[in-house]
């Protein structure tokens, strides 16, 4: 190898020590790609950053970042999704299984309305886990619904990882919406089926509401509640998936056009305040900045890596592997999947995945149809032990008497049945790209 090419290596093991060592991410990213940069263009590397952080910030698409998290955390801030879980649960709870089957409902309406694992798994864990668990549902099976659902919102749009990957590969974001939107309906059927199945062959594990108890809420009650609890967010995820997907606006005015209903629903519901709309903006500012400060700090990286040659290395790499393009993305499918063991999707996204693209150009990989499954298995970085962000969050509100070893073992039939769904997308292409051609995009 030559000079620059150890250098890459270098960069990117001092990355990773760093992170071994509990150096935050960010920091890691810019420390290695600037001193690696540096000695191998000189000051060369500082006249170049300004421009690539200067493009970052005037990134109209990532504007919809902030406005999709502020009408996320807008609406569970307003306790809307506990209405809304609480209302599904009484209508889903007469089978086994049901209040799992209801999880899941909810966090798809959860996933399509607010895309933040960690606000999704601890509302609905702390609403639902002590009563799951009074009702004589498995530890394990419990908590891995929960982590299961509050995931499905980084593969159901709007989603932050979707926006991000839009600007990683090239594509529109609408069009990776679009894309997104059948796969991850059909991640959801999947876990509908195995609590099914379960309910059918391991009743116990997963027993149905006693009738005295759902019969203390009458038929009439219950739609009333549905029409009050679940049609609002409904239709504000319908109004702003459906502007974006029948091109009536870009992302970032549907985004606003969310934020707006978000508050919209809060009024309605009575419970804006000044100090609901102080707490939604501190968050807002708090998730946004995190997201923002991280891509900031991986242009360094990502500079010194292609301008030393990382990506010829990539390519010599793939050449000598078998099997051609479709061998390229299961290898690229192996990385990921290892690389979420231990790093956040962000990291995954803006360190590996950039590496990895123009090797699929060359080949005139699908963009879109690779996008999503990356985002698919992205999605697994949240629940694959030892750091999967869902796990440690619901770790965080679990009740006394479930211990770590429930979590994780309740999370990895759902690891399993996302590795299905990936296998399902890799074997039927059209399942992503269907909605995009019908649309014309």
């Known amino acids: 190898m030559i000079g620059n090419e150890w250098i890459v290596l270098g960069m990117i093991s001092g990355f990773l020590f760093m992170m071994i060592v509990g150096i935050p991410v960010a920091i890691s990213l810019a420390v290695s790609g600037f001193i ?21 910030v005037t990134n109209y698409t990532l504007l919809a970042i902030p406005l ?36 899941i409902l909810v966090g798809v309406l959860m996933g399509a309305s607010t895309g933040i694992v960690g606000a999704t798994v601890v509302t609905v864990g702390l609403l639902t886990l002590p009563v799951l668990m009074r009702r004589g549902y498995h530890p394990s099976v419990a908590c891995g619904t929960i982590c299961a659902s509050g995931t499905l919102g980084q593969i159901i749009p709007p989603s932050l990882v979707l926006i991000l990957l839009s600007d990683i590969v090239g594509e529109s974001v609408g069009t990776l919406f679009a894309a997104a939107f059948i796969p991850g309906l059909v991640l959801a059927v999947i876990y509908i089926l195995y609590l099914l199945l379960l309910g059918v062959f391991k009743p116990e594990l997963v027993p149905a509401i006693p009738a005295e108890e759902r019969a203390l809420t009458s038929k009439t009650q219950l739609f009333k509640d549905l029409l009050r609890n679940v049609c609002p967010p409904l239709l504000l995820v319908v109004a702003v998936l459906g502007s974006i997907v029948g091109g009536v606006a870009a992302p970032t005015e549907a985004a606003s056009m969310g934020a707006l209903g978000a508050i919209l629903i809060s009024v309605v ?28 700090c991986a242009q360094p990286f990502s500079l010194a890596f292609r301008g030393l040659g990382g990506e010829q290395m990539v390519h010599g790499l793939f050449e000598m592997l078998p099997g051609g393009e479709f061998g390229a993305i299961l290898f690229l499918m192996a990385v990921l999947f290892v690389l979420g063991f231990f790093l956040e999707w962000i990291e995954i996204s803006y360190i590996a995945l950039p590496m990895f693209l123009p090797v699929f150009s060359s080949y005139g990989t699908d963009m879109v149809w690779l996008a999503i499954l990356v985002a698919m298995n992205l999605q ?17 509100v679990v009740p006394p008497g479930i211990s770590t070893k429930d979590i994780y073992l309740g999370a ?30």
Not at 273 to 296: D, P, Q, R, Y
């Open 36 to 56: 690696a940069g540096y000695i191998g263009f000189g000051p060369m590397l500082f006249n170049l950053m300004p421009a690539r952080l200067f493009g970052v």
């Open 68 to 103: 999709f998290v502020f009408m996320g955390v807008m609406l569970e801030k307003s306790r809307v999704a506990e209405d809304m879980l609480e209302t599904i649960g009484k209508a889903m709870g007469g089978l086994n299984g049901g209040m799992g089957l209801a999880i």
């Open 269 to 296: 519901v009575r419970r804006l305040n000044w100090k609901l709309l102080k707490e939604t903006l501190h968050g807002t500012l708090t998730i946004s900045a995190m997201v923002f400060f991280i891509l900031l």
């Open 380 to 396: 697994m970085s949240f629940l694959t032990p030892p750091f999967g962000w869902a796990l440690f969050f619901l770790k965080g």
């Open 412 to 441: 990895l039939p759902f690891v399993a049945l996302q590795l299905c769904a990936l296998v399902i997308l890799f074997n039927f292409p059209g399942l992503v790209t269907w909605l995009p051609d019908a649309i014309g995009w």
